[in-house]
């Protein structure tokens, strides 16, 4: 059970090609002071029984807003109110529901949001609700009740978004650890700063941890377990373990017995099958590790593996029919980006979170007047979140932007040209990211945007805005943390 079986791994490829994700070739550049790894999307096409692309939304919304009060040390918001977001949604695309979407799935999720007031909906109720819908020959029992104990059991309010459908929702890449080096996908987050990856013998509320690849002391022969704990709560998701010392190797860089994180129990956010990868590998600075330990970047320019402590990223949009996505270490990698555009600003999360000052936003070329607005840059996010009076003042600049009373949207074609300007460089970003998702995918005219509102601390006074892949993928986006330096930059990507 600790190594993948031929027959797994076909699936687990099958599984990959099922996802649309395809594998980039590294380019290793003659230069050594710098080594590029591919970074693969994630997306996900329509399943069977899928839910309507507004409440999908919602999910990344609220996970968003998860995300935005612990980068900015502000309350969590309670499950109560991610849960209203979502039944607001509901309520509002109710009447004029597609048949396609599934009625009585989204009728008993309705139910069961209108009677559940805390998070911990019992199976045994889905079951019956589901049963309900069965008896009224609406649907298939048994997928209906595993989707909706999916759905529930996977913190249905916020689930991360890699098991939903939709485009671009993350970036991947691969690290071999241990001895002999065996491959395991991380998500590449900008906006946590740990490693981990799931044990052998991890657990999930008693069950496993899914078909991912695991280690231990059986699967590596330099494994060492320094039997000290660690814990990490996500915007979705918990997991916990133990430090680990062992090998590590990125991009052909072979680091020795690096600190890092297995995990030995781990929520669904992480262990679902359908979950594309074995673990989380953090780029923001260790002062906000929550393992306490410097970051797999710290440790390889410590060590000179690296000149510097610089993390570059180019990520792929599914739009664009690539997956040319590169993660650099150590420097930025010049064929990526137009120089001439190239800016440098100084960090100002006194945290350890990647966050830059915008020096203002403009839509169709006319600023909107913010001077205090900064961006947290963060590629584990799908959207770009923003307090409610600014997402507001945005949409009303955008011609055929439409409020429907719970979000915004805006016209799937829209040429709107919306840029954000870094040290007097204009960064436009493509209307086909703020076209998000389609409300109605048959009739493709409006469509939910990808900035939208999540209020975090009190009303007026946030100018920090959670900025995610939405924009990121619009830009080369580097992060220096070397000891004297605290810096972020910007590029236009090369054609
Ligand atoms: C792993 O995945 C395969 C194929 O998807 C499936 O048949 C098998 O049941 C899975 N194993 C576990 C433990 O879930
Ligand atoms: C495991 O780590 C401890 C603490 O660093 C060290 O003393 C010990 O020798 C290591 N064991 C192995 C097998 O590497
Ligand atoms: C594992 O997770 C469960 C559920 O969240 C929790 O009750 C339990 O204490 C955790 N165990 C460890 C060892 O962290
Ligand atoms: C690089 O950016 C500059 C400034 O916007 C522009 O004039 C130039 O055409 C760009 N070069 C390429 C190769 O796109
Ligand atoms: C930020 O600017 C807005 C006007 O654009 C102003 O109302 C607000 O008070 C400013 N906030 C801070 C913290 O300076």
């Not at 990856?197 to 590596?220: A, D, I, M, Q, Y």
């Not at 064929?335 to 915008?358: D, Q």
Request: proline share 4%.
């Amino acid at each position: 059970m600790h190594s993948l079986s031929i027959a797994q791994f076909a699936s687990v490829v099958a599984s990959v090609l099922i996802w649309g994700v395809v594998l980039a070739i590294s380019h290793p550049l003659p230069q050594s002071e710098f080594i590029s790894i591919p970074i693969v999307r994630i997306h996900t096409p329509a399943m069977t029984l899928s839910y309507h692309p507004s409440i999908i939304h919602q999910q990344h919304v609220n996970r968003g807003i998860r995300r935005l009060a612990h980068m900015t040390g502000r309350a969590q918001p309670s499950y109560e109110r991610l849960w209203s977001n979502i039944r607001e949604r509901i309520d509002n695309l109710y009447d004029n529901l597609q048949p396609r979407y599934n009625h009585a799935s989204l009728e008993i999720l309705k139910h069961m949001l209108s009677s559940a007031n805390t998070r911990k909906t019992n199976r045994l109720q889905m079951l019956s609700a589901a049963s309900v819908s069965a008896t009224s020959g609406d649907s298939d029992l048994e997928s209906l009740s595993n989707s909706l104990m999916n759905a529930a059991s996977a913190g249905f309010v916020n689930t991360i978004g890699l098991d939903i459908q939709s485009n671009d929702v993350g970036y991947l890449a691969t690290v071999k650890i241990g001895t002999p080096p065996r491959n395991f996908r991380v998500l590449v987050d900008s906006g946590s700063a740990d490693l981990w990856v799931g044990g052998e013998g991890c657990r999930n509320n008693g069950k496993g941890c899914g078909n991912h690849t695991r280690l231990g002391p059986h699967t590596s022969t330099t494994f060492n377990d320094t039997m000290e704990q660690w814990s990490i709560t996500y915007g979705t998701g918990a997991v916990s373990g133990h430090l680990v010392q062992d090998d590590i190797t990125i991009a052909g860089l072979k680091y020795s017995r690096l600190k890092f994180g297995v995990a030995r129990n781990a929520s669904d956010e992480f262990t679902s099958n359908t979950i594309p990868f074995d673990g989380l590998l953090g780029f923001a600075k260790s002062t906000i590790s929550q393992q306490q330990t410097p970051t797999l970047l710290e440790s390889l320019h410590k060590v000179g593996l690296i000149k510097n402590a610089i993390a570059s990223y180019k990520i792929p949009r599914l739009a664009d029919g690539k997956d040319d996505g590169e993660l650099t270490l150590g420097a930025t990698n010049p064929a990526k980006f137009n120089a001439s555009t190239f800016v440098t600003v100084e960090n100002v999360n006194k945290m350890g979170f990647w966050e830059a000052a915008i020096d203002s936003v403009s839509v169709n070329g006319i600023s909107l007047g913010w001077s205090n607005r900064t961006a947290i840059l963060d590629t584990g996010t799908t959207l770009l979140i923003a307090p409610q009076e600014d997402v507001d003042t945005i949409h009303q600049a955008i011609p055929g932007a439409n409020f429907d009373g719970s979000g915004w949207t805006v016209p799937c074609k829209m040429s709107t040209s919306l840029a954000l300007t870094f040290k007097g460089q204009e960064f436009p970003i493509d209307p086909r990211d703020i076209a998000f998702l389609p409300l109605d995918e048959d009739n493709p005219e409006m469509c939910m945007s990808g900035i939208s509102a999540g209020n975090v601390g009190f009303f007026g006074q946030t100018t920090e805005w959670l900025v995610g892949d939405v924009f990121l993928k619009n830009v080369y986006f580097s992060t220096n943390a070397n000891e004297d330096r605290d810096e972020i930059s910007f590029a236009h990507l090369a054609d």
